[in-house]
């Protein structure tokens, strides 16, 4: 099993990606974000995950261990193989993704190719309690998103939050800043408060 490449990127075409590893290249399925941050000519480091199958042998590769990580999780979902997961990731980061998940926000998984309604659902209803840990940059308010997503965040918060939003903020960028008012005003504050100190947070 391959589970990481460090060479130099030898070719792009689309989403395969050819990385020299002392003289043998290696060809490497990738998601489109993970391309973008590759340059032919440049050193690179892929973590991989291996298939083999009885009449095929493929790598796909990640710019981070939880892209891979990702990965993995997403093809536990019912109607989810490598091809949609790959779409996934190539749409949403990490934690974007856990966020999504979090929320319960289909809409969100929904906007990557070949993700319809009913595959979205099942990704956010059976990765909900993967996502704290695998939340990365998102970690900090992942808790409070999964209660929102689930209905069972405080008034304040839930009110908060719903203020913000209706100001033209996504709610993943509400719950970020309610998430941060909370740290300084306390678990007891009011929605008025929470609403001020988010508007600081969202206006940094």
Known sequence: MIGKLKGTIDEIDGDLVLIDVHGVCYAVSCASRTVARLSVGEAAVLHIETYVREDQFRLFGFGSHLEREWFRL???VQGVGAKVALAVLSTLSPSE??????????????RSPGV???VAERIVTELKSKAPAYAGDAAPAIGLKQELGEGVATGPVTDAVSALS?????????ANAVAAALKTAGEDADAAKLIRLGLKELSR
């Open 116 to 118: 319809g309604k009913k």
């Open 166 to 174: 209706n100001l033209g903020y996504s709610r993943d960028q509400a």
């Open 97 to 110: 993704i856990a966020n999504a998940v979090a929320l319960r926000d289909v809409a969100m998984v929904a």
């Open 74 to 76: 997403l093809q536990g």
